[in-house]
């Protein structure tokens, strides 16, 4: 048996030898002036030891609590509409916010308005007033091809038009002269284009981002006010993860917000946005006249110039958005169009029935090269909402103009529903763009001519919704180790009324699966 003494009390060990006692005695001849110094040192070092504890306390206090926090990802290809959602969780609930940000959505509105009126002239370049009826599989894919091979100036703002007919209005002449004197008076527009592109991506240029989309990281908002990258409302957490925050003021003192106000008006930003806003009422009449010009609607309807829902949404509003002082509405936000790089963060602080508790939403960037930025947000996700754009059937991918968008969809939503990491998160699958869908059905595009397994089945909504939505559940039974239940809703994300009360239901299905999953652990 070993014995043990009973260890010296502190005050006993200089007593009896103890070297560490020995060591940390102060010397006998330690005068008044150096025993003050030497209490001094200890008073700060324990203060400061005192406070690095209570750091690693509140640390630790604060990863507690954070294990408790949802976190939504909301994943699906490029374009689906995952930015759109995010705006609509921030609308319900952190509206104020999107007001700090009304303005800056100009920028990214005007962009909207000069990238398509380039492709329409682009368009009209190249196919003209051709009566064929070649049915091309995807016209924006094949415009494209033809339109660099034909090596056409682009925004060029010299004209050969002859000076006798630079008075005519564009509509007065043929169609050659009548685009060329369209590129001559909507020159500092096309011009503007770049510089507005330049100005949203901050120089970063994303390669394969197709038809010359502009890539922004959150934060965006920060710069087109004027504000250096990076201040403003956006902070990098540890983990390197971009963050907007909602409600809470933690890491985003109120002092930025009136910051963001009172730097505005100087800015160079603001003088751009000022410039181009005046190029836009300037020829405003034109823009109408282009986008009513026969030609252009004989393009359209032979699909060989096809514009996203963005670009026809702005360019029948034109009057409105280019009108002098024009504050983007709620619903313009909705509709434009900015794709979005990496993974951005959103933090609302939410109280369902009576708890309160912090939602993280991780709005990602959905074109191919941009996939491989989601993964770190598997681990702890607790649940994802999958959009999947049903209206796409048509469209092929700008990364890869031989998979159409469907099929990329039910690819990756595959990919989702067996990945291990997420197998426990709570699944959302949004139909969406069901309003593009009917337009487009409504206008007689057939969807059996880009999905040939669809037959001949009904090319009306209801038959070509349910068809979309088999397969889609097909691809998660088969995918559905768990178990787990695919909670399912037709979307139009740009539809306010009915997106709140979609939320709403969401909401409380995550939530109620949150308290179990808790309640289990
Ligand atoms: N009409 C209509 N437009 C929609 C709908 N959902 C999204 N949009 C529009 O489609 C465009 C693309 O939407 P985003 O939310 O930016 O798409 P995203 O999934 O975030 O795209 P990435 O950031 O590139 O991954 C925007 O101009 C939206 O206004 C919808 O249901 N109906
Ligand atoms: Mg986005």
Sequence with gaps: MISTSRPPSINSVGADGDPFSALLRPPASETEHERVARLQREADAKRISDSIDEELKAERERLRKSKQD??????????????????????????????????????VIYFNIARPISRILDALDAFGDADDDDDLSDGNYAAQDILSASGLPVASGSSDIPADEKSLSPSQLSLERQVSAFRSRL????????????????????????????????????????????????????????????????????????????????????????????ILSSCQKDIRELWSLPAVKKLRDRRRLKLEEWAEYFLNNIERVSAAGYIPSTEDILHARIQTMGVAEHVFDMSVHGRNVRWHLYDVGGARGQRHTWIPYFDDATAIIFLAPVSAFDQYLDEDPRTNRIDDSLQLFKQICSNALLKRAHLVLFLNKTDVLKAKLNAGIKVNKYITSYGDRANEYDTVVAYFKAHFT????????????????????????AMQSIITDVRDSIFRGYLKSAALV
């Design 70 to 107: 949802i976190r939504l990802l909301l994943l699906g290809q490029a374009e689906s509409g995952k930015s759109t959602l995010q705006k609509q969780f921030q609308l319900l609930y952190n509206p104020t916010g999107l007001d700090d940000e009304r303005l800056s959505w100009r920028t």
């Design 474 to 497: 097909q691809v998660h039974r088969r995918n559905n180790e768990n178990n787990r239940v695919l909670f399912t809703h037709l979307t139009s994300a740009v539809n306010t009324k």
């Design 187 to 278: 020159a500092s527009l096309l011009t503007a284009e770049a510089t507005l592109a330049e100005r949203l991506s901050g120089g970063v240029d994303v390669s394969g981002s197709g038809r010359g989309s502009v890539f922004v990281r959150s934060g965006w908002q920060a710069r087109s006010l004027g504000l250096p990258f990076g201040r403003g409302r956006e902070r990098t957490s540890s983990g390197g993860r971009f963050s907007f925050s909602g409600r809470q003021s933690g890491d985003n003192p109120k002092g930025n917000e009136v910051e963001l106000r009172s730097r505005r008006p100087e800015s160079d930003e603001d003088k751009l946005v000022q410039e181009v806003a005046a």
